[in-house]
């Protein structure tokens, strides 16, 4: 389309919504809060197409719909007007306000949930090809029935079920209008008389939410749509490890083993940077600690790899509902250089937790020389851990 915004949307919204109880007409029943035509029309307003909108309600409720499409603050409602007694009459009583916009998009006030990218999407086919529904793909099978037996087993590939918004030039819906009031053909929808044209009408995929507020289970799905996702629940985490260095062992840290004279002395391979961010994780899930979990005085953990312990954490906090989010981590070492050992270190950690790399992070320090570590007697090593609750 040329010019950005050229299309007017009527919006119907005169339905009695018996089913849905209650005493408000369907359009007015609250959702989250607003009422069911003001979701819609503030979503139509959202589509950059739509210039203007027109809403079709009963005679009887224009005020109130006046009301409060003012009070809910609706952009781009150019008229209020009232509809006929039945759908496809109130279709056409709100096409007598579009004037001389090329394309007109309309749409069921039932639908509170409908994506503005769809209606541009509907507006911008039909003003290329003509017509344009908004549908989704059939996912369940079909049967037709005669009394209470199958008698056919339709051909699912190729059903879609029609929605709104549907968008046609606007000359090309009110031929269709007046040919099917001419004939006495009543639609369901404004495609179907467009069709009756002999006119192709093109199909434009929906979002999934867009449903119909029918029954009151509709209701219910549609506020869990609109309802604000709830906050997220963090938890934080704190470990602390040391051990001793000594001869003749390997020093492993972070899960790679580093050349060095001395090793990290202990039940298991030492390794105190794991060590550390275990008991973090373990303490951000209110696990307890990692002596609780793999006791030394259990000899099954005797010369344990440390990183097959981090995966069993891991599950461990992931079984109690916790994913993990980040970890960081300082070493207190005054030799040797870890640096170099930095990726290789977050590789082996980030994969036993089983979180990308960059949700882990390790730096290291020297004491400068003062006390145990500074004497070069131990490596110790602190961790901070986040999780975030998995849903
Ligand atoms: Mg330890």
Same mark, same amino acid.
């Given at each position: 389309?040329?010019? &950005?915004?050229?299309?007017a949307?009527?919006?119907?919204?005169?339905?009695?919504g018996?089913?849905?109880?209650?005493? #408000?007409?369907?359009?007015?029943?609250?959702?989250?809060?607003?009422?069911?035509?003001?979701?819609?029309?503030?979503?139509?307003a959202?589509?950059?197409? +739509?210039?203007?909108?027109i809403?079709?309600?009963?005679?009887e409720?224009?005020?109130?719909?006046?009301?409060?499409?003012?009070?809910?603050?609706?952009?781009?409602?150019?008229?209020?007007?009232a509809? %006929?007694?039945?759908? !496809? &009459?109130?279709?056409?009583?709100?096409?007598?306000?579009?004037g001389?916009?090329?394309?007109?998009?309309?749409?069921?006030?039932?639908?509170? #949930?409908?994506?503005?990218?769809?209606?541009?999407?509907?507006?911008?086919?039909?003003?290329?090809?003509?017509?344009?529904?908004?549908?989704?793909?059939?996912?369940?099978? +079909?049967?037709?029935?005669?009394?209470?037996?199958?008698?056919?087993?339709?051909?699912?590939?190729?059903?879609?079920?029609a929605?709104?918004?549907?968008?046609? !030039?606007?000359?090309?819906?009110? !031929?269709?209008?007046?040919?099917?009031n001419?004939?006495?053909?009543?639609?369901?929808?404004?495609?179907?008389?467009?069709?009756?044209l002999?006119?192709?009408?093109?199909?434009?995929?929906?979002?999934?939410?867009?449903?119909?507020?029918?029954?009151?289970?509709?209701?219910?799905?549609?506020?869990?749509y609109?309802?604000?996702?709830?906050?997220? +629940?963090?938890?934080? %985490?704190?470990?602390?490890?040391?051990?001793? #260095?000594?001869?003749?062992?390997?020093?492993r840290l972070? %899960?790679?083993?580093?050349?060095s004279?001395?090793?990290?002395?202990?039940?298991?391979?030492?390794?105190v940077?794991?060590?550390?961010?275990?008991?973090?994780?373990?303490g951000?899930?209110?696990?307890?600690?990692?002596?609780?979990?793999?006791?030394?005085?259990?000899?099954?953990?005797?010369?344990?790899?440390?990183?097959?312990?981090?995966?069993?954490?891991?599950?461990?906090?992931?079984?109690?509902?916790?994913?993990?989010?980040?970890?960081?981590?300082?070493?207190l070492a005054?030799?040797p250089?870890?640096?170099?050992?930095?990726?290789?270190?977050?590789?082996h950690?980030?994969?036993?937790?089983?979180?990308?790399?960059?949700?882990?992070?390790?730096?290291?320090?020297?004491?400068?020389?003062?006390?145990?570590?500074?004497?070069?007697? %131990?490596?110790?090593?602190? &961790?901070?851990?986040? #999780?975030?609750?998995?849903?």
């Open positions: 389309m040329s010019s &950005a915004a050229s299309a949307a009527v919006i119907v919204a005169a339905g009695r018996q089913r849905l109880g209650g005493t #408000l007409p369907k359009a007015f029943i609250p959702l989250a809060g607003v009422p069911m035509v003001v979701h819609a029309a503030q979503r139509v959202q589509s950059p197409a +739509v210039a203007r909108i809403v079709v309600v009963r005679g409720d224009i005020d109130l719909a006046r009301t409060l499409l003012t009070t809910y603050q609706t952009p781009k409602v150019s008229s209020v007007v509809g %006929g007694d039945h759908r !496809q &009459a109130s279709v056409l009583a709100g096409l007598a306000q579009v001389s916009a090329p394309v007109a998009v309309i749409h069921d006030g039932a639908r509170p #949930l409908v994506s503005p990218d769809v209606v541009t999407a509907v507006i911008m086919t039909a003003s290329q090809t003509g017509a344009a529904t908004a549908a989704v793909p059939l996912r369940e099978t +079909v049967k037709r029935v005669e009394g209470a037996t199958v008698t056919q087993t339709l051909d699912r590939e190729r059903l879609w079920i929605r709104t918004p549907q968008a046609f !030039q606007t000359d090309l819906l009110m !031929q269709a209008h007046h040919r099917a001419a004939e006495g053909f009543v639609g369901t929808d404004d495609a179907v008389l467009v069709e009756r002999g006119q192709g009408v093109r199909i434009v995929e929906d979002a999934p939410q867009n449903l119909k507020v029918t029954v009151p289970s509709d209701r219910e799905l549609a506020e869990m609109l309802r604000p996702s709830p906050p997220r +629940v963090m938890r934080t %985490g704190l470990g602390y490890d040391t051990h001793r #260095l000594v001869p003749g062992r390997p020093l972070g %899960g790679v083993t580093i050349p004279p001395r090793g990290l002395l202990g039940h298991s391979d030492a390794d940077l794991a060590h550390a961010v275990m008991d973090a994780l373990l951000a899930a209110g696990l307890g600690d990692i002596g609780q979990h793999f006791p030394s005085t259990d000899r099954a953990w005797k010369d344990a790899d440390s990183i097959e312990l981090l995966r069993r954490v891991t599950s461990m906090v992931n079984a109690a509902g916790w994913r993990i989010v980040h970890v960081d981590s300082v070493v005054e030799a250089h870890l640096a170099p050992y930095f990726a290789s270190m977050r590789e950690l980030a994969a036993a937790m089983r979180v990308d790399a960059s949700s882990v992070s390790i730096k290291a320090t020297t004491t400068e020389g003062l006390g145990a570590i500074g004497r070069h007697e %131990g490596i110790a090593a602190h &961790a901070v851990a986040t #999780l975030e609750a998995a849903s």
